[in-house]
Protein backbone atom coordinates (compact mmCIF):
# COMPACT_ATOMS: atom_id res chain seq x y z
CA UNK A 1 0.00 0.00 0.00
CA UNK A 2 1.41 3.13 -1.06
CA UNK A 3 -1.01 5.39 1.37
CA UNK A 4 -1.31 7.98 -1.22
CA UNK A 5 -4.40 9.24 -1.99
CA UNK A 6 -5.44 11.44 -5.06
CA UNK A 7 -8.36 13.86 -6.81
CA UNK A 8 -9.10 12.57 -10.06
CA UNK A 9 -10.91 14.07 -12.64
CA UNK A 10 -11.51 13.55 -16.89
CA UNK A 11 -11.62 16.21 -20.05
CA UNK A 12 -11.80 14.15 -23.19
CA UNK A 13 -12.36 17.56 -24.60
CA UNK A 14 -10.81 21.01 -24.62
CA UNK A 15 -14.29 22.47 -22.86
CA UNK A 16 -14.27 19.92 -20.18
CA UNK A 17 -10.25 20.38 -20.14
CA UNK A 18 -11.19 24.00 -18.89
CA UNK A 19 -13.66 22.60 -16.70
CA UNK A 20 -10.78 20.51 -15.14
CA UNK A 21 -8.32 23.27 -14.74
CA UNK A 22 -10.86 25.06 -12.62
CA UNK A 23 -11.57 22.36 -10.78
CA UNK A 24 -7.77 21.78 -9.83
CA UNK A 25 -7.26 25.52 -9.11
CA UNK A 26 -10.06 25.44 -6.52
CA UNK A 27 -8.59 22.51 -4.95
CA UNK A 28 -5.33 23.70 -4.81
CA UNK A 29 -6.77 27.16 -3.93
CA UNK A 30 -8.59 26.02 -0.71
CA UNK A 31 -5.10 23.82 0.30
CA UNK A 32 -5.31 20.43 -0.21
CA UNK A 33 -2.38 17.87 0.96
CA UNK A 34 -3.29 15.31 -2.02
CA UNK A 35 -2.41 14.45 -4.75
CA UNK A 36 -4.09 16.33 -8.07
CA UNK A 37 -4.97 13.33 -11.19
CA UNK A 38 -6.74 14.42 -14.69
CA UNK A 39 -7.34 11.78 -16.76
CA UNK A 40 -6.82 13.04 -20.50
CA UNK A 41 -8.71 12.04 -23.87
CA UNK A 42 -6.78 11.85 -27.14
CA UNK A 43 -8.85 14.78 -28.51
CA UNK A 44 -7.37 17.74 -25.83
CA UNK A 45 -5.03 19.92 -27.28
CA UNK A 46 -1.87 20.32 -26.56
CA UNK A 47 -2.33 24.02 -25.50
CA UNK A 48 -4.70 22.73 -23.06
CA UNK A 49 -2.75 19.53 -22.10
CA UNK A 50 0.27 21.55 -20.96
CA UNK A 51 -1.79 24.01 -18.94
CA UNK A 52 -3.29 20.65 -17.11
CA UNK A 53 -0.09 19.69 -16.59
CA UNK A 54 1.13 23.18 -14.42
CA UNK A 55 -2.04 22.50 -12.01
CA UNK A 56 -2.02 18.94 -11.95
CA UNK A 57 0.26 16.28 -10.52
CA UNK A 58 -0.48 14.09 -12.59
CA UNK A 59 -1.75 13.97 -16.49
CA UNK A 60 -2.58 10.37 -17.72
CA UNK A 61 -3.67 9.40 -21.26
CA UNK A 62 -6.47 7.29 -21.50
CA UNK A 63 -7.85 6.32 -24.46
CA UNK A 64 -10.34 3.57 -24.36
CA UNK A 65 -9.83 2.23 -28.15
CA UNK A 66 -5.96 2.26 -28.44
CA UNK A 67 -5.42 0.39 -24.41
CA UNK A 68 -5.96 -3.37 -26.44
CA UNK A 69 -7.34 -4.88 -23.26
CA UNK A 70 -10.53 -5.56 -21.92
CA UNK A 71 -11.91 -2.12 -21.44
CA UNK A 72 -11.43 -1.30 -25.32
CA UNK A 73 -13.07 -5.14 -25.94
CA UNK A 74 -15.55 -4.00 -23.82
CA UNK A 75 -16.41 -0.26 -25.55
CA UNK A 76 -16.44 -2.79 -28.81
CA UNK A 77 -19.27 -4.17 -27.68
CA UNK A 78 -21.01 -1.38 -26.28
CA UNK A 79 -19.60 1.52 -28.31
CA UNK A 80 -22.37 3.82 -26.93
CA UNK A 81 -21.15 3.95 -23.69
CA UNK A 82 -17.35 5.73 -24.39
CA UNK A 83 -16.98 8.44 -22.29
CA UNK A 84 -18.17 5.65 -19.24
CA UNK A 85 -15.82 3.36 -20.10
CA UNK A 86 -13.05 6.01 -19.62
CA UNK A 87 -14.40 7.44 -16.23
CA UNK A 88 -14.34 3.94 -15.31
CA UNK A 89 -10.55 4.18 -16.10
CA UNK A 90 -10.45 5.72 -12.37
CA UNK A 91 -10.21 2.55 -11.27
CA UNK A 92 -7.16 1.59 -12.75
CA UNK A 93 -5.36 4.05 -10.69
CA UNK A 94 -3.63 1.45 -8.06
CA UNK A 95 -0.63 3.30 -7.30
CA UNK A 96 -3.63 5.48 -4.75
CA UNK A 97 -5.10 4.00 -2.47
CA UNK A 98 -8.11 5.86 -2.12
CA UNK A 99 -9.21 8.87 -4.52
CA UNK A 100 -12.06 10.60 -4.48
CA UNK A 101 -13.49 11.44 -8.41
CA UNK A 102 -14.90 14.77 -8.86
CA UNK A 103 -16.58 15.42 -12.52
CA UNK A 104 -14.92 18.45 -14.66
CA UNK A 105 -17.83 20.79 -14.07
CA UNK A 106 -17.27 20.68 -10.42
CA UNK A 107 -16.06 23.28 -8.04
CA UNK A 108 -14.45 23.12 -4.62
CA UNK A 109 -15.63 26.27 -2.45
CA UNK A 110 -13.52 25.02 0.74
CA UNK A 111 -10.99 22.36 1.60
CA UNK A 112 -12.96 19.01 1.23
CA UNK A 113 -9.60 16.31 2.16
CA UNK A 114 -11.91 14.77 4.85
CA UNK A 115 -13.75 13.41 2.02
CA UNK A 116 -11.01 10.52 1.84
CA UNK A 117 -12.22 9.19 5.06
CA UNK A 118 -15.13 7.74 3.41
CA UNK A 119 -15.13 4.62 1.88
CA UNK A 120 -16.08 3.05 -1.52
CA UNK A 121 -18.52 3.92 -2.76
CA UNK A 122 -19.28 7.04 -1.07
CA UNK A 123 -21.88 9.71 -3.08
CA UNK A 124 -24.21 12.28 -2.58
CA UNK A 125 -27.56 11.96 -3.95
CA UNK A 126 -29.21 12.71 -6.86
CA UNK A 127 -31.07 15.88 -6.70
CA UNK A 128 -33.39 14.01 -9.47
CA UNK A 129 -34.13 10.56 -7.41
CA UNK A 130 -32.44 10.25 -3.96
CA UNK A 131 -32.24 7.18 -3.73
CA UNK A 132 -29.56 7.33 -6.69
CA UNK A 133 -26.39 8.96 -5.65
CA UNK A 134 -24.86 11.49 -8.32
CA UNK A 135 -21.26 10.40 -9.95
CA UNK A 136 -20.13 13.81 -10.10
CA UNK A 137 -18.29 13.42 -7.06
CA UNK A 138 -17.74 10.04 -5.72
CA UNK A 139 -14.94 8.32 -3.08
CA UNK A 140 -13.49 5.19 -4.63
CA UNK A 141 -10.69 2.69 -4.27
CA UNK A 142 -8.26 1.83 -7.51
CA UNK A 143 -8.80 -1.92 -7.78
CA UNK A 144 -7.65 -3.65 -11.51
CA UNK A 145 -10.23 -6.20 -9.89
CA UNK A 146 -13.35 -3.74 -9.62
CA UNK A 147 -12.46 -2.36 -12.52
CA UNK A 148 -12.68 -5.80 -14.59
CA UNK A 149 -16.34 -6.24 -12.93
CA UNK A 150 -17.65 -2.67 -13.87
CA UNK A 151 -16.72 -3.56 -17.04
CA UNK A 152 -18.36 -6.92 -17.21
CA UNK A 153 -21.19 -5.69 -15.79
CA UNK A 154 -21.31 -2.56 -18.29
CA UNK A 155 -21.40 -5.10 -20.87
CA UNK A 156 -23.69 -7.21 -19.91
CA UNK A 157 -26.25 -4.90 -18.53
CA UNK A 158 -25.68 -1.78 -19.98
CA UNK A 159 -26.26 1.48 -17.70
CA UNK A 160 -30.19 2.63 -17.92
CA UNK A 161 -29.20 6.14 -18.42
CA UNK A 162 -26.89 6.05 -20.98
CA UNK A 163 -23.84 7.08 -19.21
CA UNK A 164 -21.38 6.34 -16.03
CA UNK A 165 -24.42 7.15 -13.64
CA UNK A 166 -26.76 4.16 -14.21
CA UNK A 167 -23.73 1.77 -14.20
CA UNK A 168 -22.60 2.66 -11.07
CA UNK A 169 -25.82 3.09 -9.27
CA UNK A 170 -26.97 0.02 -10.83
CA UNK A 171 -23.52 -1.64 -9.65
CA UNK A 172 -22.85 -0.47 -6.28
CA UNK A 173 -26.93 -1.10 -5.50
CA UNK A 174 -27.09 -1.29 -1.58
CA UNK A 175 -25.56 2.45 -1.73
CA UNK A 176 -29.06 4.05 -0.94
CA UNK A 177 -30.16 1.46 2.11
CA UNK A 178 -26.70 0.00 3.74
CA UNK A 179 -24.34 2.62 5.40
CA UNK A 180 -25.61 5.85 5.70
CA UNK A 181 -21.80 6.88 6.56
CA UNK A 182 -21.76 6.48 2.45
CA UNK A 183 -24.02 9.21 1.70
CA UNK A 184 -21.93 12.19 1.94
CA UNK A 185 -24.27 15.40 2.16
CA UNK A 186 -25.63 17.52 -0.28
CA UNK A 187 -23.34 20.27 0.53
CA UNK A 188 -20.60 18.41 -1.15
CA UNK A 189 -21.92 17.85 -4.68
CA UNK A 190 -24.63 20.74 -4.32
CA UNK A 191 -26.53 21.62 -8.60
CA UNK A 192 -27.20 24.55 -9.23
CA UNK A 193 -30.19 23.37 -10.92
CA UNK A 194 -31.09 21.70 -7.45
CA UNK A 195 -31.26 25.04 -5.71
CA UNK A 196 -34.21 26.59 -7.69
CA UNK A 197 -36.61 23.39 -6.91
CA UNK A 198 -36.34 24.27 -2.91
CA UNK A 199 -34.87 27.10 -2.43
CA UNK A 200 -35.68 27.56 1.03
CA UNK A 201 -33.10 25.04 1.89
CA UNK A 202 -30.99 26.46 -0.32
CA UNK A 203 -31.24 29.80 1.89
CA UNK A 204 -30.92 27.83 5.16
CA UNK A 205 -27.67 25.47 3.93
CA UNK A 206 -26.23 26.87 1.12
CA UNK A 207 -23.52 29.23 2.95
CA UNK A 208 -22.21 25.54 4.18
CA UNK A 209 -21.91 24.37 0.20
CA UNK A 210 -18.21 22.69 -0.08
CA UNK A 211 -18.57 21.71 -4.04
CA UNK A 212 -20.42 23.08 -6.95
CA UNK A 213 -21.63 20.74 -9.73
CA UNK A 214 -22.34 22.68 -12.77
CA UNK A 215 -24.64 19.85 -14.26
CA UNK A 216 -26.55 19.49 -17.49
CA UNK A 217 -26.04 20.66 -21.27
CA UNK A 218 -24.88 24.20 -20.25
CA UNK A 219 -21.65 24.26 -18.56
CA UNK A 220 -19.79 27.61 -17.60
CA UNK A 221 -17.21 27.16 -20.14
CA UNK A 222 -20.38 27.90 -22.56
CA UNK A 223 -20.94 31.44 -21.96
CA UNK A 224 -18.61 34.29 -21.89
CA UNK A 225 -18.24 36.56 -19.27
CA UNK A 226 -16.82 40.10 -18.59
CA UNK A 227 -14.97 40.61 -16.11
CA UNK A 228 -15.11 44.25 -15.81
CA UNK A 229 -19.08 44.59 -15.80
CA UNK A 230 -19.42 41.16 -13.85
CA UNK A 231 -21.68 39.60 -16.36
CA UNK A 232 -22.58 37.22 -18.70
CA UNK A 233 -22.19 38.60 -22.02
CA UNK A 234 -23.69 36.78 -25.57
CA UNK A 235 -25.62 34.42 -23.69
CA UNK A 236 -26.94 31.81 -26.22
CA UNK A 237 -30.29 32.12 -27.59
CA UNK A 238 -33.33 30.29 -25.32
CA UNK A 239 -30.36 28.85 -22.82
CA UNK A 240 -31.70 27.18 -20.01
CA UNK A 241 -28.74 27.14 -17.69
CA UNK A 242 -30.20 26.61 -14.10
CA UNK A 243 -26.62 28.06 -12.92
CA UNK A 244 -26.54 29.94 -9.94
CA UNK A 245 -25.49 33.14 -11.25
CA UNK A 246 -22.93 33.59 -8.61
CA UNK A 247 -21.31 30.38 -8.47
CA UNK A 248 -20.83 31.18 -12.50
CA UNK A 249 -19.32 34.36 -11.45
CA UNK A 250 -17.13 32.45 -8.86
CA UNK A 251 -16.15 30.34 -11.58
CA UNK A 252 -15.46 32.94 -14.34
CA UNK A 253 -13.26 34.36 -11.63
CA UNK A 254 -11.01 31.24 -10.82
CA UNK A 255 -10.99 30.87 -14.62
CA UNK A 256 -10.13 34.64 -15.35
CA UNK A 257 -7.37 34.83 -12.42
CA UNK A 258 -5.63 31.17 -12.20
CA UNK A 259 -6.13 29.70 -15.70
CA UNK A 260 -5.89 32.07 -18.23
CA UNK A 261 -2.34 33.02 -17.65
CA UNK A 262 -1.24 29.43 -18.65
CA UNK A 263 -3.14 29.06 -21.52
CA UNK A 264 -1.92 32.12 -22.46
CA UNK A 265 1.87 30.96 -21.80
CA UNK A 266 0.91 27.52 -23.54
CA UNK A 267 0.18 29.28 -26.08
CA UNK A 268 3.56 31.34 -25.96
CA UNK A 269 2.00 34.45 -25.15
CA UNK A 270 -0.08 35.04 -28.54
CA UNK A 271 -3.33 35.58 -28.63
CA UNK A 272 -5.60 31.92 -28.55
CA UNK A 273 -5.78 31.29 -32.31
CA UNK A 274 -9.16 30.76 -33.27
CA UNK A 275 -11.10 27.55 -32.28
CA UNK A 276 -7.28 26.41 -30.53
CA UNK A 277 -8.85 26.31 -27.13
CA UNK A 278 -11.97 26.87 -27.46
CA UNK A 279 -13.96 29.51 -29.89
CA UNK A 280 -16.22 30.79 -27.01
CA UNK A 281 -13.13 31.78 -24.77
CA UNK A 282 -13.21 35.64 -24.32
CA UNK A 283 -10.32 37.20 -24.46
CA UNK A 284 -10.26 39.23 -21.02
CA UNK A 285 -7.00 41.26 -20.31
CA UNK A 286 -5.17 39.99 -17.28
CA UNK A 287 -5.22 43.26 -15.24
CA UNK A 288 -9.05 43.51 -15.23
CA UNK A 289 -9.62 40.12 -13.72
CA UNK A 290 -10.38 41.36 -10.32
CA UNK A 291 -13.60 43.33 -10.41
CA UNK A 292 -15.29 42.63 -7.15
CA UNK A 293 -18.56 40.31 -7.12
CA UNK A 294 -21.56 42.03 -7.14
CA UNK A 295 -24.33 40.92 -4.96
CA UNK A 296 -27.08 41.38 -8.12
CA UNK A 297 -26.30 38.69 -10.93
CA UNK A 298 -25.99 39.53 -14.37
CA UNK A 299 -29.38 40.82 -16.14
CA UNK A 300 -30.22 39.24 -19.08
CA UNK A 301 -29.00 40.11 -22.19
CA UNK A 302 -32.41 39.50 -24.48
CA UNK A 303 -32.52 39.38 -28.12
CA UNK A 304 -36.25 40.77 -27.64
CA UNK A 305 -35.82 43.57 -25.12
CA UNK A 306 -40.04 44.07 -24.92
CA UNK A 307 -40.67 43.76 -21.25
CA UNK A 308 -43.08 40.57 -20.24
CA UNK A 309 -46.13 40.76 -18.43
CA UNK A 310 -46.11 38.51 -14.98
CA UNK A 311 -48.78 36.53 -16.38
CA UNK A 312 -46.68 35.67 -19.24
CA UNK A 313 -43.59 35.03 -17.08
CA UNK A 314 -45.86 32.98 -14.82
CA UNK A 315 -46.47 30.30 -17.82
CA UNK A 316 -42.97 30.52 -19.42
CA UNK A 317 -42.00 29.58 -15.55
CA UNK A 318 -44.57 26.69 -15.47
CA UNK A 319 -43.67 25.44 -18.37
CA UNK A 320 -40.08 25.20 -17.54
CA UNK A 321 -39.16 27.95 -19.03
CA UNK A 322 -37.08 29.96 -16.36
CA UNK A 323 -35.01 32.60 -17.11
CA UNK A 324 -32.40 32.14 -14.20
CA UNK A 325 -29.99 35.53 -15.12
CA UNK A 326 -32.40 37.69 -15.32
CA UNK A 327 -36.50 38.05 -14.37
CA UNK A 328 -36.27 34.94 -12.02
CA UNK A 329 -32.74 35.07 -11.05
CA UNK A 330 -32.36 34.20 -7.71
CA UNK A 331 -31.74 37.31 -6.43
CA UNK A 332 -35.03 38.50 -7.87
CA UNK A 333 -36.77 35.06 -5.71
CA UNK A 334 -34.69 36.15 -2.90
CA UNK A 335 -36.87 39.22 -2.39
CA UNK A 336 -40.15 38.00 -3.48
CA UNK A 337 -39.36 34.71 -0.87
CA UNK A 338 -38.76 37.34 1.81
CA UNK A 339 -41.89 39.51 1.05
CA UNK A 340 -43.77 36.71 1.38
CA UNK A 341 -42.26 35.34 4.88
CA UNK A 342 -42.27 39.04 6.53
N1 LIG B 1 -16.82 14.14 -19.81
C1 LIG B 1 -15.81 14.37 -20.72
N2 LIG B 1 -16.16 14.56 -22.03
C2 LIG B 1 -17.44 14.53 -22.45
C3 LIG B 1 -18.46 14.31 -21.52
C4 LIG B 1 -18.11 14.12 -20.19
O1 LIG B 1 -14.63 14.42 -20.38
O2 LIG B 1 -17.69 14.73 -23.66
C5 LIG B 1 -16.44 13.88 -18.39
C6 LIG B 1 -16.24 15.16 -17.58
O3 LIG B 1 -15.35 14.92 -16.52
C7 LIG B 1 -17.65 15.40 -17.08
C8 LIG B 1 -18.10 13.98 -16.73
O4 LIG B 1 -17.50 13.17 -17.77
O5 LIG B 1 -17.70 16.28 -16.00
C9 LIG B 1 -19.60 13.76 -16.69
O6 LIG B 1 -20.25 14.46 -17.73
P1 LIG B 1 -21.11 15.77 -17.44
O7 LIG B 1 -20.50 16.51 -16.31
O8 LIG B 1 -21.28 16.51 -18.72
O9 LIG B 1 -22.51 15.16 -17.01
P2 LIG B 1 -23.60 15.85 -16.02
O10 LIG B 1 -22.90 16.05 -14.70
O11 LIG B 1 -24.01 17.14 -16.65
O12 LIG B 1 -24.68 14.83 -15.94
MN1 LIG C 1 -21.08 16.80 -14.23
Known sequence: MSGEEAFVTLATTDGYAKGAMVLGCSLREHG???KLVVLVGPHVTETCGQALRSIFDEVSPVDVLDSGDSARLALMQRPDLGV???????????RYDKCVFMDADTMALS???????????????????????NS???????SVETHEKLLTFCTENGSFDGGDQGVLNSFFNTW???????????????????????????????????VVHFLGKNKPWSYNYDTQSGKMVDLPEGHQPGL??????????LYAKSVMPLLRRANGDEDFPSGSVEERSPDIPEDETTSSPSADPPSHASPN???????????????GQMDY????SFANIERKLDSFLK
Open 176 to 210: ATADISKHLPFLYNLSSIAIYSYLPAFKHYGRDAK
Open 111 to 133: NIDELFEREELSAAPDPGWPDCF
Open 32 to 34: TTR
Open 136 to 142: GVFVYRP
Open 244 to 253: HPDYLRGWWR
Open 84 to 94: TFTKLHCWTLT
Open 305 to 319: PRPMSSEERKQRWEA
Open 325 to 328: LGDD
